[in-house]
């Protein structure tokens, strides 16, 4: 039962373009939602959260968007660079007590 | 390096061993989750601990697998009699005491990569 889901497992993005990365989930109960990014042979870092109650948060090149009647949230990257390309995934949590994670978009930015 | 801290990095069984994963959360968090990632997918929640409580384990497995997170030391994910499948990446992460809807975070450890021969 695959409650988040991020359907592209790759993207590739020209330099200095946007990115968007998707996510969609399943769970009505999910209040909290989060994107990590990963490099390889490291551990994800936190990249930026929303609260239910928001619709948009923005922290520099990166902005998160949700649409809870759609049950789908996205982040955006823009401009892309090369350092941003990495393993993104998204997450989310109800109730405060654990993370469900997707299984993550591959991004490459090209230069 | 006040991260989160998880040993060994690497780690290679022949099946039927047992495997010791040991993970130090970062200073004055007290909350505790371990995470399994299989190859070409995504984080799998396995366990969450605080002090001395196991507070969902919905994620591991019935057999061979066991969490604890002692008053003193560091997090233990114990996997006993290793199968190949167990092969993956194991990271254990941190959020503060009041976990996770307060800081909207967890933070990772660099994960332990389990391989079974």
């Known amino acids: 039962d695959q409650q988040v889901k991020q359907n592209s497992p790759s993207l590739s993005v020209q330099e200095g373009r946007i990115s968007i990365l998707n996510c969609d989930y399943t769970?009505?109960?999910?209040?909290?939602f989060l994107w990590y990014k990963k490099y390889p042979a490291e551990g994800p870092t936190f990249l930026i959260s929303?609260?239910?109650?928001?619709d948009k948060n923005e922290d520099g090149r990166f902005t998160v968007f949700l649409n809870k009647s759609a049950k789908h949230l996205s982040l955006h990257i823009v401009p892309s660079q090369p350092g941003d390309s990495a393993v993104y995934f998204c997450a989310a949590s109800a109730g405060a007590q654990k993370l469900v994670f997707g299984q993550g978009t591959r991004l490459t930015i090209n230069p | 390096n006040a991260g989160v801290m998880q040993n060994p990095r690497h780690l290679v069984r022949r099946r039927g061993q047992e495997a010791r994963l040991r993970c130090s959360p970062m200073?004055?968090?007290?909350?505790v989750y371990w995470y399994r990632q299989l190859p070409e997918e995504g984080l799998k929640f396995m366990v969450y601990?605080?002090?001395?409580?196991?507070?969902?384990e919905s994620g591991m497995p019935k057999e061979r697998f066991s969490a604890e997170f002692p008053k003193e030391g560091p997090s233990i994910l114990r996997i006993q009699q290793v199968v190949r499948g167990d092969s993956a990446a194991y990271f254990c992460?941190?959020?503060?005491?009041?976990?996770?809807?307060?800081?909207?975070?967890?933070?990772f450890g660099e994960g332990s990569r389990l391989t079974v021969l």
């Open positions: 601990l605080q002090k001395e409580n196991i507070i969902d």
């Open positions: 200073k004055g968090h007290s909350h």
């Open positions: 769970n009505s109960m999910f209040d909290y």
């Open positions: 992460a941190s959020s503060l005491n009041t976990g996770i809807s307060n800081t909207g975070e967890l933070f």
């Open positions: 929303i609260s239910s109650i928001k």
